[in-house]
C-alpha cells in the first residue's frame, strides 16, 4: 500500500491491518464509481505539476513522453487483455507524459496518461475508450493539450529515439513546439555538404567547439559530457509510421 517513488500516484495506508483493508476497500468503491473518470482523476496530478514548475528557477520545464508494455500473458482474470505484437504477447501498453524539472532534472508530476487495451485507447483526455493511434501520432495531440495546463514556463517535449521522425519533426515545427529528440545518424545539409551527424561532431571537436559541462552517469559508468550547436539543414525525405510499421 505504500508507494516508494516520490512522484508516483497512489493511495498511502497509515499503519495497522484494519487500517489497510479500509483503505483498500475505500479506494475500490472510489475507482468504481462511475462518476469518477480518468479526466478528473487526472487534475490532482497536474496541480501538483502547475505548483512545482512555478517553483523551478529554470525559465523552461520538460515533458517526456514514453511508451511502456505491460505484459499480462497467461492472467486468466484480465478479460481486457489485447495482443500487442506477437501472439503470446498478451497486456497493456502505456503512455506516459511527465513533467521533469529543467534545472534538476527531477520528476515532477504525470501530468496525461493513456492506457491501451482490447476496450480501445483509455486517456486521460477523453471519458471513453479512443481509437488506438501510432505511437508517434499520439505525441501532437499531448503537445497541444500541454498548452491548456496552464505551465508557467517554457515547455520542451523530449522523446527518445523513437521520435527521431522526419514527418513527425515538421509537424511539431510547424505547430510551434520545442522539442528534443535523440537523433539516428542520420545525411544532413551541414554547411553546404552533405553530411553525416558523426561527421559533424568530428568537424566540431576539431574547431574546438565543444565544450565540458561536467561529469554524467550512464548506465552505472561515470563519463564526461561534452555538448555543441550548430545549425543543419534536414532536407531528406519523410517516411510516416503506422501500427504496422512505415508508408
Known amino acids: 500500500m505504500n508507494v516508494a517513488q516520490a512522484v508516483a500516484a497512489g493511495v498511502k495506508a497509515l ?29 490532482p496530478l497536474r496541480e501538483v505539476g502547475r505548483q512545482a514548475c512555478a517553483e523551478s528557477p529554470s525559465s523552461y ?37 511527465l513533467l521533469v524539472d529543467a534545472h534538476q532534472g527531477a520528476p515532477l508530476a504525470p501530468m496525461g496518461m493513456t492506457v491501451f487495451s482490447a476496450a480501445g485507447l483509455h486517456s486521460t483526455e477523453a471519458d471513453s475508450p479512443q481509437p488506438r493511434l501510432a505511437h508517434l501520432d499520439q505525441v501532437l495531440p ?36 520545442r522539442f528534443l529528440i535523440r537523433g539516428d545518424d542520420r545525411r544532413v545539409q551541414f554547411r553546404g555538404q552533405s553530411q553525416l551527424l558523426s561527421q559533424i561532431v568530428k568537424v566540431l ?10 561529469q554524467v552517469s550512464i548506465r552505472g559508468r561515470s563519463a564526461e559530457q561534452w555538448v555543441a550547436e550548430t545549425e543543419v539543414i534536414i532536407d531528406g525525405p519523410a517516411w510516416g509510421q503506422t501500427l504496422e510499421g512505415k508508408t
Not at 472510489?30 to 478528473?40: D, E, G, H
Not at 513522453?65 to 502505456?94: I, M, N, P
Not at 571537436?205 to 561536467?214: C, S
Open 15 to 43: 499503519p495497522g491491518v484494519g487500517k489497510v483493508f479500509a483503505a483498500t476497500q475505500a479506494a475500490w468503491r472510489f475507482f468504481a464509481n462511475p462518476r469518477v473518470t480518468l479526466s478528473k482523476l487526472v487534475e
Open 61 to 97: 520545464v520538460l515533458l517526456v513522453h514514453d511508451w511502456s508494455k505491460l505484459d499480462y500473458d497467461g492472467h486468466k482474470s484480465k478479460a481486457d487483455l489485447t495482443q500487442l505484437s506477437q501472439v503470446l504477447d498478451r497486456g497493456y501498453e502505456q503512455m506516459t507524459t
Open 142 to 177: 499531448w503537445m497541444e493539450a500541454s498548452r491548456t495546463w496552464g505551465l508557467s514556463k517554457t515547455c520542451v517535449h523530449v522523446i527518445d529515439r523513437e521520435g527521431d521522425s522526419l514527418k513527425h519533426l515538421r509537424q511539431w515545427d510547424a505547430a510551434g513546439h
Open 205 to 214: 571537436h576539431q574547431e574546438g567547439a565543444l565544450v565540458a559541462t561536467g
